[in-house]
């Protein structure tokens, strides 16, 4: 990592150091597969076209705050990335939201047909585990914490597409609740959870952070969908809204909507209490994610 | 286990005891995750709608034969099976094989939709690795086995859905065989790997007697989908030849592939050398898969 050398040893390093390093990690995590040519080029395509990288700096920062040293959670930040992509390329397929567009490209079945992409998402899901192994630090736990984040998802996923909730589930409200609580914030609290883990820190605290901005998360985009023009949020906006889907602005108004926004942010900085100046990146995150706007 | 009492504590279990042990345990496996009801039943369909169960009987059969406990390797056998049921899943969708009936069935997506059948797929690759992580027996280099076994059977599904070979393979037979030792017999040879890491055997024996009896079940799939009927094999026949898809007997003729079945079938035998008497049932099983009718 090329810190500035006056930054001294215990600086903390920007998110765009941490952005890179993870990009580069990810690049090797593939080059380490040694696939052939067509599938090499449609994995990159996938998992390296850019993205906020979110996930995995969560990983970093969580294990950051706890007071691990970052390069030991690179792995378990490689493999959260990797489920995180993984999700997106069948979640983009015509059988599924059938999108066009992702972070301003072509989505990889657009690219690469729907066979190919099918099977890129199912190595970037293999992928993610095998990394997870890799982590230098209970790799163990730390595997089982991204997979049960991953299975999460993939409930709400069923839920968000074709419904199927639990009985006692009735209320619009509940059921839009869970769809973000499973398909958006149990990978974000999974990131949050093993950066915990390879840190040597408590899990359960940086799960309460990353249930909290993970609801959050999902809150904002739901509004940024309401809001903001396709060719600002390089995927196509306004889609939830003319496709009828439950979102916050839909049952709870654009109000109430931002007002949950802001307890929510509330929330994941009280959760992270004492944890003193190494969790300070965590909370000028959460303040960031409450207030961006693509 | 109901084990005849007459069979003494050392005799081994017969296969249709096995099989009956496994799908216990695949239904315990998905159980264990508390899905909702929709997810549960479709997930539930794909996994234990029949089956020959032949990855997961390999993982105890291999066990076995290095003198494991069969029950050690239950955790090891799931997972074999679940990363098999998933790839069927995926296989049969529209955008790859496109098959309506497997197994005598309509397949997954018919029944509930490729957005859910896309899911179910999803969630039982992750309920694989999960599963593997519960082996007593070395849970890391299990699921390191597994995971390595479905990314080479993902490689095969590119080479044989869209191409994408290395670059220096440029004869048909050499890529069909490609096709068949990624997209079967990588599966058939790492359920072997397991239960050998399970039963603390040598993991190399195991994997050459499964990289023998791996092919060679390809082969046979591919005599078979040339000769016999669609009611018989309960999924769609002659369907390879139809579509002009690479195929043993297509490349080599009916003969020359019944002769590469026998001469798979002795390497597989003869691969076991000084297993001795608990190494039987892997015997018995290369000689019954070899002259299988469906």
């Given at each position: 990592?090329?810190?500035?050398?006056?930054?001294?040893?215990?600086?903390?390093?920007?998110?765009?150091?941490?952005?890179?390093l993870v990009e580069?990690?990810?690049?090797?995590?593939?080059?380490?597969?040694?696939?052939?040519?067509?599938?090499?080029?449609?994995?990159?395509?996938?998992?390296?076209?850019?993205?906020?990288r979110?996930?995995p700096?969560?990983?970093?920062?969580?294990?950051?705050?706890?007071?691990?040293?970052?390069?030991?959670?690179?792995?378990?930040a490689?493999?959260?990335?990797?489920?995180?992509?993984?999700?997106?390329?069948?979640?983009?397929?015509?059988?599924?939201?059938?999108?066009?567009?992702?972070?301003?490209?072509?989505?990889?079945?657009?690219?690469?047909?729907?066979?190919?992409?099918?099977?890129?998402?199912?190595?970037?899901?293999?992928?993610?585990?095998?990394?997870?192994?890799?982590?230098?630090?209970?790799?163990?736990?730390?595997?089982?914490?991204?997979?049960?984040?991953?299975?999460?998802?993939?409930?709400?996923?069923?839920?968000?597409?074709?419904?199927?909730?639990?009985?006692?589930?009735?209320?619009?409200?509940?059921?839009?609740?869970?769809?973000?609580?499973?398909?958006?914030?149990?990978?974000?609290?999974?990131?949050?959870?093993?950066?915990?883990?390879?840190?040597?820190?408590?899990?359960?605290?940086?799960?309460?952070?990353?249930?909290?901005?993970?609801?959050?998360?999902?809150?904002?985009?739901?509004?940024?969908?309401?809001?903001?023009?396709?060719?600002?949020?390089?995927?196509?906006?306004?889609?939830?809204?003319?496709?009828?889907?439950?979102?916050?602005?839909?049952?709870?108004?654009?109000?109430?909507?931002?007002?949950?926004?802001?307890?929510?942010?509330?929330?994941?900085?009280?959760?992270?209490?004492?944890?003193?100046?190494?969790?300070?990146?965590?909370?000028?995150?959460?303040?960031?994610?409450?207030?961006?706007?693509?």
């Amino acid at each position: 990592m090329a810190a500035a050398p006056e930054a001294g040893a215990s600086a903390s390093p920007a998110d765009a150091e941490l952005v890179e390093l993870v990009e580069k990690n990810l690049a090797e995590a593939v080059a380490g597969l040694e696939l052939a040519p067509l599938l090499d080029e449609a994995t990159r395509y996938a998992l390296l076209g850019g993205g906020k990288r979110l996930r995995p700096i969560l990983v970093l920062r969580a294990c950051e705050a706890v007071g691990g040293r970052i390069e030991a959670a690179l792995p378990a930040a490689v493999a959260m990335e990797c489920v995180h992509a993984f999700s997106l390329v069948h979640d983009d397929l015509p059988a599924m939201d059938d999108d066009d567009l992702r972070r301003g490209r072509p989505t990889t079945h657009k690219v690469y047909g729907e066979d190919v992409a099918i099977l890129v998402g199912d190595l970037l899901q293999g992928l993610a585990a095998e990394s997870a192994l890799k982590s230098p630090v209970e790799p163990l736990p730390v595997t089982v914490a991204v997979l049960e984040g991953s299975r999460r998802m993939i409930e709400g996923q069923v839920h968000d597409t074709v419904g199927g909730f639990p009985d006692d589930l009735v209320e619009e409200i509940d059921r839009l609740r869970l769809i973000h609580e499973l398909k958006t914030a149990a990978l974000i609290r999974a990131s949050c959870r093993v950066g915990a883990i390879v840190g040597g820190g408590d899990p359960l605290v940086l799960d309460r952070y990353g249930a909290a901005i993970g609801l959050m998360f999902q809150v904002v985009d739901d509004i940024l969908d309401e809001t903001q023009s396709t060719e600002h949020l390089g995927k196509t906006g306004g889609k939830d809204r003319r496709s009828g889907k439950r979102t916050y602005p839909a049952l709870l108004g654009l109000e109430e909507s931002r007002a949950e926004v802001a307890r929510l942010e509330a929330a994941a900085v009280s959760s992270l209490g004492d944890l003193g100046p190494p969790a300070e990146p965590l909370r000028a995150l959460a303040r960031r994610l409450a207030v961006r706007t693509r």
